[in-house]
C-alpha cells in the first residue's frame, strides 16, 4: 500500500532533549516536506526537499534540522525542543518535480509536546 | 501578508443545506497550483482537487464543485446537499511553480471548519 509513514504518533518530552520524528515513503517520490499545524495558524512548512541531498527551508524552519540521505527517508529533528514546538506535525511525499502536477500525500501525523 | 486567505474560520450549516468556503489567493507568478484538502475529525489530511493557472474550467465532482476565478484570485469550494461526514476543515493553499526562491514551497491557509449538523 502506497503510504507516509511518521513515526511516532505521539511524543511527549521535556525541553532540551533532542528527538526525531522519522518519515518514510514507498511511493519513490522525489519531493518530501514537513508541516507543522496550530490552531489558527492552519499548515505551515518547516523545511521540504526537491531530491536526495536537496533541501530548503520554509516558512518556520527556526529550531528543526532535517536530512535527505536517501529517497524514501526524511526525518524531522529537534536538537533542542522547547514548549514553543507543541505541535501536530505532518510529513507529505509528493512526485518528481515539486508540486506542480501532482498531490501531496501525507502522513497521519504526529503530536508533539514539549514540556 | 499571507498567500492564501481563507476568510471563514468556522461555517455551521445544517444537513442538505448547500455550502461554499472561500479561498483567495495572492502571487505574481503566471503559472501556479491550486489545491483544496480536506481534514476530518480523525486527523488526516485528504487531497480533494489540483488546478493549474491555466485552467479556469471549473470542476464538479459529485457534490463537490470549484470555481476558479483569476480575475478576482479566487477558487472557491461549493458543498451540494451537505452531509454530517462533510463535518472537516478544508484547507486551501497555493504553489508556486516557478520561481527560484520559493520552488517547492506550499502555502496553505488557515482552514475554514465546517460543521454539518443533522
Known amino acids: 500500500e502506497a503510504q507516509v509513514t511518521q513515526n511516532p504518533r505521539y511524543l511527549i518530552t521535556v525541553t532540551g532533549k533532542k528527538l526525531t520524528v522519522t518519515c518514510s515513503q514507498n511511493?519513490?517520490?522525489?519531493?518530501m516536506s514537513w508541516y507543522r499545524q496550530d490552531p489558527g495558524l492552519g499548515l505551515r512548512q518547516i523545511y521540504y526537499?526537491?531530491?536526495?541531498?536537496?533541501?530548503d527551508k520554509g516558512d518556520v524552519p527556526e529550531g528543526y534540522k532535517v536530512s535527505r540521505k536517501e529517497k524514501r527517508n526524511f526525518p524531522l529533528i529537534l536538537e533542542s525542543p522547547s514548549p514553543n514546538q507543541t505541535s501536530l506535525y505532518f510529513c507529505?511525499?509528493?512526485?518528481?518535480?515539486?508540486?506542480?502536477?501532482?498531490?501531496?500525500?501525507f502522513g497521519n501525523g504526529t503530536r508533539l509536546t514539549v514540556t | 501578508a499571507q498567500k492564501v486567505t481563507q476568510a471563514q474560520t468556522e461555517i455551521s450549516v445544517v444537513e442538505k443545506e448547500d455550502v461554499t468556503l472561500d479561498c483567495v489567493y495572492e502571487?505574481?507568478?503566471?503559472?501556479?497550483?491550486l489545491f483544496w484538502y480536506k481534514q476530518p475529525p480523525s486527523g488526516e489530511l485528504v487531497f480533494l482537487i489540483r488546478?493549474?493557472?491555466?485552467?479556469?474550467q471549473n470542476e464538479i465532482s459529485g457534490r463537490y464543485s470549484w470555481n476558479f476565478q483569476k480575475s478576482t484570485s479566487s477558487f472557491n469550494f461549493t458543498i451540494t446537499a451537505s452531509q454530517v461526514v462533510d463535518s472537516a476543515v478544508y484547507f486551501c493553499?497555493?504553489?508556486?511553480?516557478?520561481?527560484?526562491?520559493?520552488?517547492?514551497?506550499?502555502?496553505f491557509g488557515r482552514g475554514t471548519q465546517l460543521t454539518v449538523w443533522p
Open positions: 488546478r493549474n493557472s491555466f485552467d479556469e
Open positions: 511511493m519513490n517520490h522525489e519531493y
Open positions: 493553499a497555493l504553489s508556486e511553480a516557478i520561481r527560484g526562491s520559493t520552488l517547492g514551497r506550499l502555502y
Open positions: 526537499s526537491m531530491n536526495v541531498e536537496v533541501t
Open positions: 502571487t505574481r507568478d503566471t503559472t501556479y497550483y
Open positions: 507529505a511525499s509528493s512526485l518528481g518535480g515539486g508540486l506542480y502536477n501532482s498531490p501531496l500525500h
